[in-house]
């Protein structure tokens, strides 16, 4: 039940995940966050399984950093989303699959690109413009479709993410308080409020 | 719905005279939900050599780096490239490995051997080898695609006319599947070189 | 005194010298040469091999030189067997790299996993260092061309032109005479400046003129040296082993610097 997309232009990615923590009926939090920082210029977002969110995304994130350590060089944003996968696609025909939807996002210093990796809980992969996990991209996806171009702009990013808003408030039954809205691109990553979209 | 239709595929090889030709869609879903639609489904082995993967996608990416690896480190050891049929018996053990717990991907080769002779072979999920003459179609719209090959197709065919009856054969066949299509990538292999196309469908 | 040192690896003697080591460095020093010349646009690899009989058997194309992944060309001197199960090795690593990262694997990280096995034998105990010493000509993304050096104790450095093997003394100090340096430029960012003016042409000119001097027969021939190179084809790394024609047609054309030695 989480919401989570994202949308990338030439040298940008824009993000959203949703803050909410629920379990069955209820509402347990509304301030968490659920993306995880694993370079400067790479992060990703998790949803599925709440333990096994947590669990899999810091063991990613521990192993991501420890390359850095040994190899005093950051893995590329396409290196990063392989070995996800690789591990994710380990770890499903193991005695302990984890349930985790990813989207990660990241900024190639050397190619000079963004890049998004869609990955599902059974490790498919997919570089894509524009992505987004679980109901709200059976909302999501047409608006995207309709609005997206190859050339966009933070700018416009921004704009489709705000109606992207529109609709999930207007057509979704869940109600997301509040968003964790990140933005990767040359100068690295950063947060935004959602009055500063 | 079984797993082997969870995110839908076309793929489709044909034989032809002193030339062969892979084609796949490019489509990529859960279910009714298209996510991607450049999605890869066939694999440069060699110069002379395809794989395509229709199936589950986890398992197209999981598989084609294996085979990679295993077929760069043949080439190192051996100092030559694969042959198509070496790679197909290499393809078949690696799926009859996991024959309790199967990879979802139903493989087709195709490629030139050493002779310039076409071959074309596809297996099932725990690697049984079919090998044919003809055609080899898998896929969510492997039905739709027997249909088609089995009226197109004809022997000896050149490399021209074997990638205009692949092309319809493929596109007239994910027309009708609902699980498939967004457009497609034809490889001819040719004695010369491999000649690849990206054709646009009906984008929908 | 050194007898009781010797029976193993794992034990320093008093004057904290490791002799198994040190003999499997002797052991290098007597086998064939193996000479690495880095250029701007390449990298230029040269093997001697030692005691060809006519009756031997030429089934093996190269008992010197190895392709260690898409990406590095290696040269051995010492044991050819000792050299096998390494590269073995090294070419699994690199695949499993390839595999986990989808990506080919730094030349470095190749050369330090590789160091890292032939250390391990020098330290656990009843086990034999390994007698090799490797030569890696490699290109990546991050560093361009590099040329490593490593030996029987794990250590490895990177070299613009190198040598191992027998009189090894002799062609690092000519390598060090005629290899062209660049003069001091600022490098960009991301870019190990590779420090060379020399071309390809030059690279394999200099090899040339360093085999004849150091290789201890009558003529330089097909029959006792390999050949390889490392250039970028279409922004990719390839890798060229040399038939034994194009190494006659490479000696011949620099006959030049090859004829001082034979007059000598």
């Known amino acids: 039940m989480d919401a989570q997309f994202a ?32 370079s400067s210029h790479t992060f990703m977002s998790v949803s599925g399984e709440p333990g096994d969110t947590s669990n899999f995304s810091e063991y990613i994130q521990g192993n991501v950093k420890l390359y850095s350590v040994r190899n005093s060089q950051d893995l590329s944003p396409s290196e990063t989303a392989n070995f996800i996968r690789g591990e994710l696609a380990d770890a499903l025909r193991s005695r302990s699959p984890s349930h985790v939807n990813l989207l990660v996002a ?48 933070l700018d416009g990013a921004k704009a489709l993410v705000k109606k992207c808003f529109e609709v999930l408030k207007t057509r979704f039954v869940i109600d997301f308080a509040d968003y964790t809205i990140k933005v990767v691109d040359r100068d690295g990553t950063r947060e935004l409020r959602q009055d500063e979209l | ?41 066939v694999f440069p ?52 490995e996991r024959r309790f717990g199967p990879y979802f991907v139903e493989p087709i080769i195709a490629g030139l051997d050493k002779n310039d002779k076409p071959y074309i072979c596809g297996m099932d999920l725990i690697g049984c080898l079919d090998f044919a003459k003809d055609f080899i179609v898998g896929g969510t719209a492997s039905d739709n695609l027997y249909g088609m090959c089995e009226s197109l197709w004809e022997p000896d065919l050149g490399p021209n006319d074997l990638f205009e009856t692949i092309s319809q054969a493929l596109l007239a066949a994910v027309d009708r599947d609902a699980l498939s299509g967004w457009g497609a990538v034809v490889h001819i292999i040719t004695p010369e070189g491999v000649i690849t196309r990206d054709i646009k469908g009906r984008m929908d | 005194m050194a007898r009781r040192y010797d029976s193993r690896t794992t034990i320093f003697s008093p004057e904290g010298r490791l002799y198994q080591v040190e003999y ?107 007698g090799v ?69 030059d690279a394999l000119k200099l090899t040339c003129q360093v085999l004849s001097k150091t290789i201890d027969t009558a003529k330089l021939s097909s029959k006792k040296l390999e050949f390889a190179t490392i250039t970028l084809k279409a922004g990719k790394p390839f ?26």
């Not at chain 1, 869609?118 to 709200?136: E, Q, R």
């Not at chain 3, 030569?135 to 032109?161: E, H, M, R, V």
């Not at chain 3, 890798?239 to 190494?247: A, C, G, L, M, Q």
Request: proline share 3%; with cysteine; glycine share 6%.
């Open chain 1, 7 to 38: 949308i990338a232009g030439r040298d940008f990615v824009i993000s959203v995940t949703d803050k909410g923590v629920m379990s069955s009926i209820l509402k347990m939090k509304k301030n968490q966050d659920k993306t995880c920082q694993l």
């Open chain 3, 24 to 130: 499997a460095m002797e052991a290098i020093s007597h086998a064939g040469t193996v000479i690495g010349v880095l250029s701007k646009d390449g990298i230029v690899l040269a093997a001697e091999r030692q005691a060809t009989s006519n009756l031997l058997e030429q089934s093996l194309d190269n008992e010197k030189i190895y392709e260690m992944n898409d990406n590095v060309v290696a040269g051995v001197a010492g044991h050819a067997a000792d050299a096998n199960t390494l590269i073995n090795q090294s070419r699994a690593i690199a695949q499993r790299y390839l595999l986990k990262y989808d990506s080919p694997m730094p030349v470095e990280q190749l050369v330090r996993r590789l160091c890292d096995m032939k250390q391990g034998y020098t330290q656990y105990g009843g086990l034999r260092p390994f």
């Open chain 2, 1 to 41: 719905m079984s797993i082997m239709q969870y995110n839908g595929s076309a793929i489709v090889a044909m034989a032809g005279k002193d030339c062969v030709a892979i084609a796949a869609d490019k489509r990529l879903g859960q279910r009714a939900l298209t996510v991607d639609t450049d999605f890869q489904k």
């Open chain 3, 133 to 201: 010493s490797f030569l890696c000509a490699g290109w990546d993304s991050t560093f361009g061309f590099q040329l490593y050096q490593s030996d029987p104790a794990g250590n490895y450095s990177s070299w613009k032109a190198a040598c191992i093997g027998e009189n090894y003394s002799n062609a690092q100090s000519i390598l060090k005479q005629e290899y062209k340096d660049e003069e001091k430029e600022e490098a960009g960012p991301n870019v190990r400046t590779v420090g060379s003016q020399m071309t390809m042409d």
């Open chain 3, 239 to 264: 890798i060229h082993v040399y038939t034994s024609t194009e190494i006659d047609e490479v000696l011949k054309k620099y006959e030049s610097v090859i004829k001082p030695a034979d007059s000598q």
């Open chain 1, 106 to 153: 990241g900024y190639d210093k050397g190619a000079g690109e963004a890049a998004l990796y869609w990955i599902d809980y059974l490790s498919a992969m997919a570089k894509v413009p524009f992505a987004s996990h679980g109901y709200c991209g059976y909302f999501l996806y047409a608006v995207m479709d309709r609005e997206y171009t190859p050339d966009i702009t």
């Open chain 2, 45 to 96: 082995i060699t110069d002379r050599t395809y794989v395509g993967l229709p199936g589950l996608a986890t398992d197209v990416k999981t598989l084609y780096d294996r085979f990679r690896m295993r077929v760069n480190l043949y080439k190192h050891r051996e100092e030559r490239t694969i042959e198509p049929k070496t790679f197909s018996h290499l393809v078949s053990h690696m799926l009859y």
